[in-house]
């Protein structure tokens, strides 16, 4: 089975700032890593898939890098709507999948 | 638009079964293959299980497997997730959500807005 870690778990940050998470792979996943937002009380909303490529409708201050096992979502310019729990999903096992554990991103 | 609307969740006793549907609308539903998602309170997301789009092929996590069945009923654009012998740790807001495969990368592109299953005595 796969295991993905995201780090940090939270992280405190200001408007304005630039954020930036990490998913690290037990193995090699190519590319094959997308990110999600989520809200409280929502569903999860798809940001970047195949680890760079930006989701029709996302803003484009939310960028992805990586491949193999080391993977990076970054966010320019905070916004207030930024404010949000982040998980990175592996799809190279499909139909199996697996969720980093999550990172929470909080207002300093 | 696509929409994905579940429904089913409740309250049940541990050993219990309960049967979550989801209705979707919006896309040719016999195109894509589906997945339910759950995230047990404060927690993060955990797949649960998959179907093809034919519902010729199925999967399981190892937490569901033997308990919970997944099917569809493509004429009447449903999923199903019938869910047995339930415990308390599969207490979650269940997600039903689309499988793309676009480009070569499968992507979870549209959920619905779950629905919540409690394991309680």
């Known amino acids: 089975d796969f295991q993905m870690t995201q780090s940090p778990s939270s992280l405190s940050a200001s408007p304005g700032d630039t954020v930036t998470f990490t998913c690290r792979a037990s193995?090699?996943?190519?590319?094959?890593l997308n990110w999600y937002q989520q809200k409280p009380g929502k569903a999860p909303n798809l940001l970047i898939y195949g680890a760079s490529s930006l989701q029709s409708g996302v803003p484009s201050r939310f960028s992805g890098s990586g491949s193999g096992t080391d993977f990076t979502l970054t966010i320019s310019n905070l916004q207030p709507e930024d404010f949000a729990t982040y998980y990175c999903q592996e799809t190279y096992s499909h139909p199996w999948i697996t969720f980093g554990q999550g990172t929470r991103l909080e207002i300093k | 638009e696509v929409q994905l609307v579940e429904s089913g969740g409740g309250l049940v006793q541990p050993g219990g079964s309960l049967r979550l549907s989801c209705a979707a609308s919006?896309?040719?539903?016999?195109?894509?293959?589906m997945n339910w998602v759950r995230q047990s309170p404060g927690k993060g997301l955990e797949w649960v299980s998959y179907i093809s789009s034919s519902g010729s092929t199925t999967d399981y996590a190892d937490s569901a497997k033997g308990r919970f069945i997944i099917s569809r009923d493509n004429a009447k654009n449903s999923l199903f997730l019938q869910m047995n012998s339930l415990r308390v740790e599969d207490t979650a807001v269940y997600y039903c959500?689309?499988?793309?495969?676009?480009?070569?990368?499968?992507?979870?592109?549209?959920w619905g807005p779950g629905t919540l299953v409690t394991v309680s005595s």
């Open positions: 193995q090699s996943i190519r590319t094959n």
């Open positions: 919006g896309f040719t539903f016999s195109s894509y293959e």
């Open positions: 959500a689309r499988t793309h495969l676009y480009y070569g990368y499968y992507l979870m592109d549209s």
